[in-house]
Protein backbone atom coordinates (compact mmCIF):
# COMPACT_ATOMS: atom_id res chain seq x y z
CA UNK A 1 0.00 0.00 0.00
CA UNK A 2 1.15 3.55 -0.77
CA UNK A 3 2.75 5.97 2.00
CA UNK A 4 -0.44 7.83 4.16
CA UNK A 5 -0.01 11.47 4.51
CA UNK A 6 -2.59 12.70 6.73
CA UNK A 7 -6.11 12.42 6.66
CA UNK A 8 -9.26 14.26 5.85
CA UNK A 9 -11.77 15.01 8.85
CA UNK A 10 -15.48 14.17 7.02
CA UNK A 11 -18.12 15.68 9.56
CA UNK A 12 -21.47 14.03 9.40
CA UNK A 13 -23.59 15.37 11.86
CA UNK A 14 -22.40 15.74 15.03
CA UNK A 15 -19.37 13.25 13.89
CA UNK A 16 -15.87 13.75 12.38
CA UNK A 17 -14.71 11.10 11.44
CA UNK A 18 -11.01 10.77 9.86
CA UNK A 19 -10.17 9.11 6.79
CA UNK A 20 -6.45 8.84 5.80
CA UNK A 21 -5.10 10.45 3.08
CA UNK A 22 -2.69 7.72 0.70
CA UNK A 23 -0.09 9.10 -1.53
CA UNK A 24 0.62 7.74 -4.69
CA UNK A 25 3.76 7.26 -6.88
CA UNK A 26 2.36 9.63 -9.57
CA UNK A 27 -1.14 10.60 -9.65
CA UNK A 28 -3.71 12.45 -7.27
CA UNK A 29 -4.24 11.26 -3.71
CA UNK A 30 -6.30 8.79 -2.31
CA UNK A 31 -8.87 8.85 0.48
CA UNK A 32 -9.22 5.55 2.21
CA UNK A 33 -12.84 5.51 3.12
CA UNK A 34 -12.54 1.52 4.07
CA UNK A 35 -14.01 3.01 7.38
CA UNK A 36 -16.58 5.22 6.53
CA UNK A 37 -19.41 2.75 6.58
CA UNK A 38 -18.43 1.79 9.88
CA UNK A 39 -17.56 4.95 12.02
CA UNK A 40 -20.29 7.37 9.91
CA UNK A 41 -22.75 5.05 9.17
CA UNK A 42 -23.09 6.12 5.44
CA UNK A 43 -22.33 4.78 1.84
CA UNK A 44 -20.29 6.61 -0.90
CA UNK A 45 -22.03 7.06 -4.09
CA UNK A 46 -20.09 7.13 -7.74
CA UNK A 47 -21.77 5.29 -10.82
CA UNK A 48 -19.64 3.94 -13.01
CA UNK A 49 -16.06 4.38 -10.29
CA UNK A 50 -15.51 8.14 -12.12
CA UNK A 51 -13.58 9.24 -8.73
CA UNK A 52 -13.27 6.14 -6.86
CA UNK A 53 -9.82 3.98 -6.77
CA UNK A 54 -10.75 0.24 -6.64
CA UNK A 55 -7.24 -1.01 -5.79
CA UNK A 56 -4.05 -0.29 -5.67
CA UNK A 57 -1.56 -1.66 -8.85
CA UNK A 58 2.27 -1.09 -9.99
CA UNK A 59 1.35 -2.27 -13.14
CA UNK A 60 -0.43 0.83 -15.50
CA UNK A 61 -0.66 5.00 -15.43
CA UNK A 62 -2.92 6.74 -17.24
CA UNK A 63 -2.21 10.71 -16.94
CA UNK A 64 -5.41 11.95 -18.51
CA UNK A 65 -4.63 15.83 -18.89
CA UNK A 66 -1.28 15.06 -20.33
CA UNK A 67 -2.39 11.99 -22.37
CA UNK A 68 0.44 10.02 -20.56
CA UNK A 69 0.35 6.04 -21.06
CA UNK A 70 2.82 4.37 -18.78
CA UNK A 71 3.46 0.50 -18.64
CA UNK A 72 5.45 -0.19 -15.69
CA UNK A 73 6.93 3.28 -15.63
CA UNK A 74 7.76 3.03 -19.35
CA UNK A 75 5.94 5.52 -21.99
CA UNK A 76 4.03 4.04 -24.52
CA UNK A 77 5.53 5.97 -27.09
CA UNK A 78 8.99 4.70 -26.35
CA UNK A 79 7.52 0.97 -25.93
CA UNK A 80 5.81 0.87 -29.52
CA UNK A 81 9.09 2.46 -31.24
CA UNK A 82 11.57 0.34 -29.58
CA UNK A 83 9.97 -3.20 -28.04
CA UNK A 84 7.87 -5.85 -29.16
CA UNK A 85 4.83 -7.26 -27.78
CA UNK A 86 5.74 -10.52 -25.80
CA UNK A 87 8.65 -8.19 -24.31
CA UNK A 88 5.93 -5.76 -23.20
CA UNK A 89 4.18 -9.08 -21.60
CA UNK A 90 6.74 -9.60 -19.38
CA UNK A 91 7.56 -6.32 -18.58
CA UNK A 92 3.95 -6.58 -17.78
CA UNK A 93 3.44 -9.70 -15.90
CA UNK A 94 6.82 -9.50 -13.92
CA UNK A 95 7.33 -5.94 -13.70
CA UNK A 96 10.84 -5.32 -15.29
CA UNK A 97 12.45 -5.21 -19.00
CA UNK A 98 13.99 -8.23 -19.17
CA UNK A 99 17.07 -9.43 -19.93
CA UNK A 100 18.43 -11.11 -23.25
CA UNK A 101 18.51 -14.29 -21.50
CA UNK A 102 15.21 -13.44 -19.57
CA UNK A 103 13.58 -12.85 -22.81
CA UNK A 104 14.94 -15.96 -24.84
CA UNK A 105 13.43 -18.24 -21.97
CA UNK A 106 10.19 -16.41 -21.51
CA UNK A 107 10.06 -16.37 -25.53
CA UNK A 108 10.62 -20.42 -25.27
CA UNK A 109 7.60 -20.83 -22.54
CA UNK A 110 5.03 -18.82 -24.15
CA UNK A 111 6.20 -20.77 -27.80
CA UNK A 112 5.90 -24.08 -26.36
CA UNK A 113 2.21 -23.21 -25.29
CA UNK A 114 0.71 -22.09 -28.36
CA UNK A 115 -1.26 -25.23 -29.28
CA UNK A 116 -4.55 -25.79 -27.53
CA UNK A 117 -5.81 -29.33 -26.52
CA UNK A 118 -6.85 -31.51 -29.33
CA UNK A 119 -10.32 -31.74 -28.24
CA UNK A 120 -10.97 -28.07 -28.00
CA UNK A 121 -11.07 -28.34 -31.96
CA UNK A 122 -14.50 -30.18 -31.52
CA UNK A 123 -15.63 -27.26 -28.84
CA UNK A 124 -16.16 -24.93 -31.76
CA UNK A 125 -18.42 -26.69 -33.60
CA UNK A 126 -21.24 -26.43 -31.17
CA UNK A 127 -21.58 -22.85 -32.54
CA UNK A 128 -23.75 -21.97 -35.30
CA UNK A 129 -21.61 -20.89 -38.42
CA UNK A 130 -21.95 -17.47 -38.38
CA UNK A 131 -21.30 -17.24 -34.56
CA UNK A 132 -19.83 -14.00 -33.78
CA UNK A 133 -15.88 -14.25 -33.25
CA UNK A 134 -16.32 -12.85 -29.71
CA UNK A 135 -18.68 -15.39 -28.70
CA UNK A 136 -16.84 -18.09 -29.64
CA UNK A 137 -14.22 -16.69 -27.54
CA UNK A 138 -16.07 -16.16 -24.44
CA UNK A 139 -16.82 -19.81 -24.64
CA UNK A 140 -13.72 -21.12 -25.95
CA UNK A 141 -11.36 -19.17 -23.11
CA UNK A 142 -14.08 -20.52 -20.33
CA UNK A 143 -14.09 -23.86 -21.45
CA UNK A 144 -10.10 -23.52 -21.01
CA UNK A 145 -10.88 -24.12 -17.29
CA UNK A 146 -12.34 -27.48 -18.52
CA UNK A 147 -9.24 -28.74 -20.12
CA UNK A 148 -6.41 -27.23 -17.82
CA UNK A 149 -7.40 -28.38 -14.41
CA UNK A 150 -3.89 -28.34 -13.35
CA UNK A 151 -3.68 -24.66 -13.48
CA UNK A 152 -7.19 -23.29 -12.18
CA UNK A 153 -6.02 -23.26 -8.14
CA UNK A 154 -5.33 -19.57 -7.58
CA UNK A 155 -3.65 -20.39 -4.46
CA UNK A 156 -1.01 -21.89 -5.71
CA UNK A 157 1.86 -19.03 -7.26
CA UNK A 158 3.29 -22.02 -9.39
CA UNK A 159 -0.17 -22.92 -11.44
CA UNK A 160 -0.81 -18.66 -11.39
CA UNK A 161 2.10 -18.69 -13.16
CA UNK A 162 1.57 -21.29 -15.43
CA UNK A 163 -2.14 -20.55 -16.14
CA UNK A 164 -0.50 -16.94 -17.21
CA UNK A 165 1.86 -18.57 -20.15
CA UNK A 166 -0.43 -20.41 -21.03
CA UNK A 167 -3.45 -17.92 -21.96
CA UNK A 168 -0.81 -15.31 -23.27
CA UNK A 169 0.64 -18.26 -25.36
CA UNK A 170 -2.80 -19.77 -26.26
CA UNK A 171 -5.37 -16.81 -26.91
CA UNK A 172 -3.92 -15.56 -29.93
CA UNK A 173 -4.35 -19.60 -31.23
CA UNK A 174 -7.91 -19.25 -30.00
CA UNK A 175 -8.88 -15.87 -31.84
CA UNK A 176 -7.11 -17.60 -35.20
CA UNK A 177 -9.51 -20.67 -34.40
CA UNK A 178 -12.71 -18.58 -33.74
CA UNK A 179 -12.10 -16.41 -37.34
CA UNK A 180 -11.04 -19.95 -39.15
CA UNK A 181 -14.53 -21.25 -38.05
CA UNK A 182 -16.36 -18.12 -38.76
CA UNK A 183 -15.30 -18.14 -42.36
CA UNK A 184 -15.32 -21.72 -42.50
CA UNK A 185 -11.83 -22.62 -43.15
CA UNK A 186 -9.84 -25.43 -41.22
CA UNK A 187 -7.93 -24.29 -38.12
CA UNK A 188 -4.09 -23.89 -38.57
CA UNK A 189 -1.68 -24.91 -35.93
CA UNK A 190 0.86 -22.50 -34.49
CA UNK A 191 4.53 -22.71 -36.00
CA UNK A 192 7.12 -22.58 -33.54
CA UNK A 193 9.58 -20.78 -36.01
CA UNK A 194 7.38 -17.74 -36.51
CA UNK A 195 7.13 -14.92 -33.78
CA UNK A 196 3.78 -14.14 -31.67
CA UNK A 197 2.57 -11.60 -34.52
CA UNK A 198 3.65 -13.21 -37.09
CA UNK A 199 2.26 -16.53 -35.96
CA UNK A 200 -1.41 -15.23 -35.01
CA UNK A 201 -0.94 -13.53 -38.91
CA UNK A 202 -0.26 -17.17 -40.40
CA UNK A 203 -2.72 -18.51 -38.46
CA UNK A 204 -5.67 -16.22 -39.63
CA UNK A 205 -4.60 -16.05 -42.86
CA UNK A 206 -2.73 -19.45 -43.94
CA UNK A 207 -4.61 -22.44 -46.23
CA UNK A 208 -3.57 -25.82 -46.94
CA UNK A 209 -4.18 -24.96 -50.21
CA UNK A 210 -0.84 -23.29 -50.62
CA UNK A 211 2.13 -21.55 -48.72
CA UNK A 212 1.53 -18.19 -46.73
CA UNK A 213 4.41 -15.84 -46.20
CA UNK A 214 4.27 -13.23 -43.26
CA UNK A 215 4.39 -10.02 -44.34
CA UNK A 216 6.98 -8.42 -42.17
CA UNK A 217 5.05 -5.09 -42.38
CA UNK A 218 1.86 -6.75 -41.38
CA UNK A 219 3.69 -8.62 -38.76
CA UNK A 220 5.11 -5.70 -37.01
CA UNK A 221 2.23 -3.22 -37.63
CA UNK A 222 0.27 -6.07 -35.72
CA UNK A 223 2.81 -6.60 -32.79
CA UNK A 224 2.22 -2.85 -32.67
CA UNK A 225 -1.66 -3.10 -32.08
CA UNK A 226 -0.89 -5.70 -29.68
CA UNK A 227 1.45 -3.62 -27.46
CA UNK A 228 -0.95 -0.09 -27.58
CA UNK A 229 -3.96 -2.78 -26.48
CA UNK A 230 -1.82 -4.59 -23.74
CA UNK A 231 -3.22 -2.82 -20.69
CA UNK A 232 -4.93 0.45 -19.25
CA UNK A 233 -5.66 0.43 -15.76
CA UNK A 234 -8.48 -0.78 -14.69
CA UNK A 235 -10.84 -0.11 -17.50
CA UNK A 236 -14.51 -1.72 -17.59
CA UNK A 237 -12.87 -4.99 -18.82
CA UNK A 238 -10.10 -5.42 -16.50
CA UNK A 239 -12.26 -4.46 -13.30
CA UNK A 240 -14.50 -7.21 -14.76
CA UNK A 241 -11.68 -9.72 -14.70
CA UNK A 242 -10.71 -8.37 -10.99
CA UNK A 243 -13.99 -8.60 -9.64
CA UNK A 244 -14.57 -12.45 -10.95
CA UNK A 245 -11.11 -13.30 -9.64
CA UNK A 246 -12.41 -11.49 -6.09
CA UNK A 247 -14.18 -14.48 -5.84
CA UNK A 248 -11.64 -16.91 -6.15
CA UNK A 249 -13.10 -18.13 -9.58
CA UNK A 250 -10.18 -19.81 -11.80
CA UNK A 251 -8.07 -17.07 -14.11
CA UNK A 252 -10.06 -18.92 -17.69
CA UNK A 253 -13.16 -17.97 -16.18
CA UNK A 254 -12.04 -14.65 -15.56
CA UNK A 255 -11.03 -13.96 -18.92
CA UNK A 256 -13.68 -15.03 -20.35
CA UNK A 257 -15.89 -12.81 -18.19
CA UNK A 258 -13.32 -10.05 -19.07
CA UNK A 259 -13.87 -10.26 -23.12
CA UNK A 260 -17.15 -10.65 -22.52
CA UNK A 261 -17.61 -7.33 -20.96
CA UNK A 262 -14.52 -5.87 -23.45
CA UNK A 263 -17.23 -6.95 -26.47
CA UNK A 264 -19.62 -3.75 -25.63
CA UNK A 265 -19.48 -1.08 -28.28
CA UNK A 266 -18.40 1.03 -25.58
CA UNK A 267 -15.18 -0.54 -24.67
CA UNK A 268 -13.45 -2.41 -26.74
CA UNK A 269 -16.29 -3.45 -29.42
CA UNK A 270 -15.98 0.43 -30.66
CA UNK A 271 -13.00 -0.49 -32.66
CA UNK A 272 -15.65 -2.18 -35.29
CA UNK A 273 -18.89 0.13 -34.20
CA UNK A 274 -16.25 2.71 -35.33
CA UNK A 275 -15.36 1.46 -38.62
CA UNK A 276 -18.69 0.55 -39.09
CA UNK A 277 -19.51 3.89 -38.61
CA UNK A 278 -16.65 5.74 -41.04
CA UNK A 279 -17.93 3.36 -43.76
CA UNK A 280 -21.73 4.64 -43.03
CA UNK A 281 -20.47 8.27 -43.58
CA UNK A 282 -19.02 7.27 -46.88
CA UNK A 283 -17.92 10.44 -47.96
CA UNK A 284 -16.27 13.46 -46.41
CA UNK A 285 -19.30 15.70 -47.32
CA UNK A 286 -20.98 14.05 -45.18
CA UNK A 287 -19.07 14.31 -41.96
CA UNK A 288 -21.27 17.56 -40.80
CA UNK A 289 -24.76 15.41 -40.90
CA UNK A 290 -22.98 13.03 -38.30
CA UNK A 291 -21.39 15.75 -36.05
CA UNK A 292 -24.95 16.87 -35.75
CA UNK A 293 -26.15 13.46 -35.07
CA UNK A 294 -23.70 12.93 -32.07
CA UNK A 295 -24.19 16.43 -30.64
CA UNK A 296 -28.20 16.09 -30.57
CA UNK A 297 -28.81 15.46 -26.80
CA UNK A 298 -32.12 13.55 -28.18
CA UNK A 299 -30.08 10.97 -30.74
CA UNK A 300 -28.16 8.35 -29.03
CA UNK A 301 -25.64 8.02 -32.23
CA UNK A 302 -22.09 8.80 -30.63
CA UNK A 303 -18.84 9.19 -32.86
CA UNK A 304 -17.42 5.60 -31.97
CA UNK A 305 -13.71 5.93 -31.39
CA UNK A 306 -14.48 9.18 -30.05
CA UNK A 307 -14.26 10.26 -26.01
CA UNK A 308 -12.52 8.40 -22.89
CA UNK A 309 -13.72 8.21 -19.45
CA UNK A 310 -9.96 8.78 -18.58
CA UNK A 311 -8.06 10.64 -21.29
CA UNK A 312 -9.36 14.36 -21.59
CA UNK A 313 -6.47 14.91 -23.86
CA UNK A 314 -5.39 12.69 -27.41
CA UNK A 315 -5.24 8.93 -26.08
CA UNK A 316 -1.18 8.49 -26.84
CA UNK A 317 -2.21 4.81 -28.60
CA UNK A 318 -4.36 6.79 -31.12
CA UNK A 319 -1.75 9.04 -32.27
CA UNK A 320 0.48 6.11 -32.61
CA UNK A 321 -2.14 4.01 -34.63
CA UNK A 322 -2.69 7.45 -37.28
CA UNK A 323 1.17 7.41 -37.86
CA UNK A 324 1.18 3.63 -38.12
CA UNK A 325 -2.17 3.68 -40.64
CA UNK A 326 -0.82 6.44 -43.09
CA UNK A 327 3.06 4.04 -42.59
CA UNK A 328 1.07 0.74 -43.23
CA UNK A 329 -1.40 1.82 -46.21
CA UNK A 330 1.64 3.52 -47.51
CA UNK A 331 3.84 0.53 -47.54
CA UNK A 332 1.07 -1.59 -48.82
CA UNK A 333 0.29 0.60 -51.50
CA UNK A 334 -3.15 1.82 -50.35
CA UNK A 335 -2.47 5.44 -51.19
CA UNK A 336 -6.48 6.41 -51.69
CA UNK A 337 -8.38 4.93 -48.85
CA UNK A 338 -11.55 6.94 -48.54
CA UNK A 339 -12.32 5.48 -44.85
CA UNK A 340 -8.98 7.46 -43.72
CA UNK A 341 -9.70 10.12 -45.57
CA UNK A 342 -13.06 10.22 -43.98
CA UNK A 343 -11.22 9.49 -40.24
CA UNK A 344 -8.70 12.69 -40.26
CA UNK A 345 -11.68 14.84 -41.63
CA UNK A 346 -13.96 13.62 -38.86
CA UNK A 347 -11.17 14.18 -36.93
CA UNK A 348 -10.22 17.60 -37.70
CA UNK A 349 -13.67 19.12 -37.89
CA UNK A 350 -14.35 17.38 -34.32
CA UNK A 351 -11.74 18.84 -32.62
CA UNK A 352 -12.03 22.51 -33.91
CA UNK A 353 -16.16 22.26 -32.86
CA UNK A 354 -16.63 23.45 -29.33
CA UNK A 355 -18.93 20.59 -28.30
CA UNK A 356 -16.31 18.14 -28.81
CA UNK A 357 -13.68 21.17 -27.28
CA UNK A 358 -15.90 21.60 -23.86
CA UNK A 359 -16.50 18.05 -23.41
CA UNK A 360 -12.46 17.15 -24.05
CA UNK A 361 -13.62 14.57 -26.56
CA UNK A 362 -10.42 13.55 -28.28
CA UNK A 363 -10.23 10.07 -30.51
CA UNK A 364 -9.42 7.15 -28.70
CA UNK A 365 -7.40 3.68 -29.32
CA UNK A 366 -10.51 2.61 -31.63
CA UNK A 367 -10.55 4.96 -33.64
CA UNK A 368 -7.77 4.33 -36.62
CA UNK A 369 -7.27 0.66 -35.46
CA UNK A 370 -9.66 -0.67 -37.48
CA UNK A 371 -8.45 1.43 -40.55
CA UNK A 372 -5.21 -0.82 -40.23
CA UNK A 373 -6.40 -4.15 -39.62
CA UNK A 374 -9.24 -4.03 -42.44
CA UNK A 375 -5.97 -3.32 -44.97
CA UNK A 376 -4.32 -5.83 -43.24
CA UNK A 377 -7.56 -8.20 -44.41
CA UNK A 378 -9.10 -9.05 -41.23
CA UNK A 379 -13.40 -8.28 -41.25
CA UNK A 380 -15.07 -6.23 -38.80
CA UNK A 381 -15.87 -8.40 -36.86
CA UNK A 382 -12.32 -9.76 -36.17
CA UNK A 383 -11.17 -5.93 -34.36
CA UNK A 384 -12.63 -6.67 -31.00
CA UNK A 385 -11.34 -10.41 -30.99
CA UNK A 386 -7.47 -8.86 -31.91
CA UNK A 387 -8.54 -6.44 -29.02
CA UNK A 388 -9.36 -9.23 -26.64
CA UNK A 389 -6.18 -10.84 -27.32
CA UNK A 390 -3.89 -8.13 -27.37
CA UNK A 391 -5.17 -7.16 -23.53
CA UNK A 392 -5.62 -10.91 -22.52
CA UNK A 393 -1.81 -10.17 -21.10
CA UNK A 394 -2.97 -7.42 -19.11
CA UNK A 395 -6.02 -8.93 -17.51
CA UNK A 396 -3.60 -11.89 -16.37
CA UNK A 397 -1.33 -9.48 -15.19
CA UNK A 398 -3.61 -7.42 -13.52
CA UNK A 399 -5.35 -10.64 -12.01
CA UNK A 400 -2.35 -12.33 -10.80
CA UNK A 401 -1.39 -8.72 -9.13
CA UNK A 402 -4.90 -9.05 -7.05
CA UNK A 403 -4.53 -12.72 -6.34
CA UNK A 404 -1.10 -11.82 -4.36
CA UNK A 405 -1.90 -8.75 -2.91
CA UNK A 406 -2.48 -9.52 1.15
CA UNK A 407 -5.98 -7.14 1.29
CA UNK A 408 -7.08 -9.21 -1.34
CA UNK A 409 -10.72 -8.83 -0.48
CA UNK A 410 -14.31 -10.38 -2.18
CA UNK A 411 -15.99 -7.35 -4.16
CA UNK A 412 -19.16 -6.41 -3.30
CA UNK A 413 -20.27 -2.84 -3.85
CA UNK A 414 -23.10 -1.64 -1.68
CA UNK A 415 -26.21 0.43 -2.73
CA UNK A 416 -28.44 3.35 -2.52
CA UNK A 417 -31.77 1.79 -2.28
CA UNK A 418 -35.22 3.72 -3.53
CA UNK A 419 -37.47 0.92 -3.96
CA UNK A 420 -40.21 0.09 -1.84
CA UNK A 421 -40.05 0.04 1.59
CA UNK A 422 -40.88 -3.32 3.83
CA UNK A 423 -45.19 -4.24 3.00
CA UNK A 424 -46.84 -7.44 3.70
CA UNK A 425 -47.72 -10.03 1.08
CA UNK A 426 -51.22 -9.05 -0.37
CA UNK A 427 -53.37 -11.96 -1.68
CA UNK A 428 -54.40 -11.61 -5.37
CA UNK A 429 -57.89 -10.85 -4.52
CA UNK A 430 -56.99 -7.08 -2.89
CA UNK A 431 -54.86 -5.91 -5.39
C1 LIG B 1 -12.05 1.90 -24.70
O1 LIG B 1 -11.58 2.77 -19.86
C2 LIG B 1 -10.60 2.44 -20.72
O2 LIG B 1 -9.49 2.59 -20.44
C3 LIG B 1 -11.15 1.88 -22.03
C4 LIG B 1 -10.08 1.64 -23.12
C5 LIG B 1 -9.09 0.56 -22.75
O3 LIG B 1 -7.99 0.56 -23.31
O4 LIG B 1 -9.48 -0.35 -21.99
O5 LIG B 1 -9.40 2.86 -23.39
C6 LIG B 1 -10.76 1.17 -24.43
O6 LIG B 1 -13.08 1.43 -24.29
C7 LIG B 1 -11.99 3.24 -25.39
C8 LIG B 1 -13.41 3.89 -25.53
C9 LIG B 1 -14.11 3.22 -26.75
N1 LIG B 1 -15.53 3.67 -26.79
C10 LIG B 1 -15.95 4.52 -27.75
O7 LIG B 1 -15.21 5.05 -28.60
C11 LIG B 1 -17.46 4.74 -27.75
C12 LIG B 1 -17.77 6.23 -27.90
N2 LIG B 1 -17.34 6.91 -26.64
C13 LIG B 1 -18.33 7.13 -25.62
O8 LIG B 1 -19.33 6.17 -25.53
C14 LIG B 1 -17.73 7.65 -24.30
O9 LIG B 1 -16.86 8.63 -24.64
C15 LIG B 1 -17.04 6.68 -23.36
C16 LIG B 1 -17.92 5.52 -23.00
C17 LIG B 1 -15.78 6.18 -23.95
C18 LIG B 1 -16.71 7.46 -22.08
O10 LIG B 1 -17.91 7.81 -21.52
P1 LIG B 1 -17.98 8.58 -20.10
O11 LIG B 1 -16.64 8.76 -19.51
O12 LIG B 1 -19.02 7.91 -19.27
O13 LIG B 1 -18.40 9.99 -20.52
P2 LIG B 1 -19.89 10.44 -20.71
O14 LIG B 1 -20.65 9.37 -21.42
O15 LIG B 1 -20.41 10.91 -19.40
O16 LIG B 1 -19.71 11.65 -21.72
C19 LIG B 1 -19.43 12.94 -21.23
C20 LIG B 1 -20.17 13.87 -22.19
C21 LIG B 1 -21.64 13.47 -22.38
O17 LIG B 1 -22.34 14.67 -22.71
P3 LIG B 1 -23.19 15.37 -21.48
O18 LIG B 1 -24.16 14.32 -20.96
O19 LIG B 1 -22.16 15.79 -20.45
O20 LIG B 1 -23.89 16.52 -22.16
O21 LIG B 1 -19.57 13.75 -23.51
C22 LIG B 1 -20.52 13.24 -24.43
C23 LIG B 1 -21.65 12.60 -23.61
O22 LIG B 1 -22.87 12.67 -24.32
N3 LIG B 1 -19.82 12.22 -25.23
C24 LIG B 1 -19.94 12.09 -26.53
C25 LIG B 1 -19.08 11.05 -26.87
N4 LIG B 1 -18.46 10.58 -25.77
C26 LIG B 1 -18.95 11.32 -24.75
N5 LIG B 1 -20.69 12.73 -27.44
C27 LIG B 1 -20.55 12.32 -28.72
N6 LIG B 1 -19.75 11.33 -29.15
C28 LIG B 1 -18.99 10.67 -28.23
N7 LIG B 1 -18.19 9.70 -28.62
Redesign the pocket.
Known sequence: MADTKGSATLTIGNKAIDLPIHSPTVGPDVLDIRKLYAQGDVFTYDP?F?STASCSSTITY?DGDKGELLYRGYPIEQLAEKSHHLEVCYLLLYGELPTAQQMVDFETRVTRHTMVHEQMHYFFRGFRRDAHPMATMVGVVGAMSAFYHDSTDVNDPWQREVAAIRMVAKIPTIAAMAYKYSIGQPFVYPKNSLDYAGNFLHMCFAVPAEDYVVDPILAKAMDRIMML?AD??Q????STVRLAGSSGANPFACIAAGIAC?WG????G?NQ??LEMLREIGTVDRIPEFIAR??D?NDPF??????????KNF?P?AKVMKESADEVLGLLGIHDNETLKVAKELERIALEDP??VE?K?YP????YSGIILEAMGFPTSMFTPIFALS?AVGWIAQWKEMIGDPELKIGRPRQLYTGAPRRDYSEVEER
Open positions: GTIHHENASTLPAHGAACAKKRLMGFGHRVYDRYFKLNVDFR
